[in-house]
């Protein structure tokens, strides 16, 4: 167990010092983590509030499992975790002001539809490594059946909220893909620069501003 922990810190090292410098942002202070083995299905949580923690979990996906295309399992989940620590905790600009006032409440990006959280954590889940969500056949197959059966989701769908297949996959794979697009068509700059600016806008709720 100690082996593990210390490898979920240096991934998460890792992570930090690839991500960081990419969104333009880096959380105060430290951020808490629980490493536990006391699960048999794989899966991690995150969360800025009442400060930044979050809870990782040894197992590895079950082969069946969306998760299973992975190189390193647990450095992917460190990615994909740390990514929701530097991307809720993130302000900018005016939102400074209610955020020392009010503290970690205020958090403009924890705001944004399911498919932009989770497709964020997932887009450097997948950069960080050689395979993740954003490059699986499993994602493919999905989009690539979306479209020729002309039943591709709206886009409150893909929040992944419904009970209709493939639901709470939805933001993840749909949101990865939709980073992607965007990372690959006009630059991962771009991409950023969005969510920097949600980050600094006082216009809550209000993503396609």
């Known amino acids: ?12 090292e890792e992570a930090h010092a690839e991500i960081s410098p990419k969104i333009g942002f880096e959380p105060w202070g430290r ?6 083995d006391n699960f048999d299905s794989a899966n991690g949580m995150s969360s800025t509030l009442p400060y930044n923690w979050m809870l990782i979990r040894l197992a590895s996906p079950d082969p069946a499992s969306v998760l299973s295309d992975y190189d390193n399992w647990l450095r992917t989940l460190c990615f994909h975790e740390y ?8 302000v900018a600009g005016v939102m400074k002001v209610p955020r020392y006032l009010l503290g970690k409440v205020v958090a403009p990006n924890g705001t944004v539809p399911g498919w932009m959280r989770e497709g964020i954590a997932t887009y450097f889940e997948t950069s960080g490594s050689t395979k993740g969500r954003g490059y699986s056949t499993y994602s493919e197959m999905m989009l ?3 479209i020729l059966e002309n039943d591709f989701p709206k886009i409150d769908e893909a929040d992944g ?4 297949w493939p639901g709470y996959q939805s933001m ?8 992607e697009y965007i990372a690959d068509n006009y630059g991962e ?11 600094r806008s006082p216009l809550l709720y209000g993503l396609n501003h």
């Open 1 to 12: 167990f100690e082996r593990e922990a210390a490898l979920v810190s240096k991934y998460l």
């Open 31 to 36: 951020t808490e983590v629980i490493v536990t």
């Open 83 to 90: 990514t929701h620590i530097i991307h809720l905790d993130q």
């Open 144 to 146: 690539r059946t979306a």
């Open 161 to 164: 909220l419904g009970w209709r």
């Open 172 to 179: 993840y794979i749909y949101g990865v893909k939709f980073l």
């Open 189 to 199: 700059e771009k991409l950023m620069d969005f969510h920097n600016h949600v980050a």
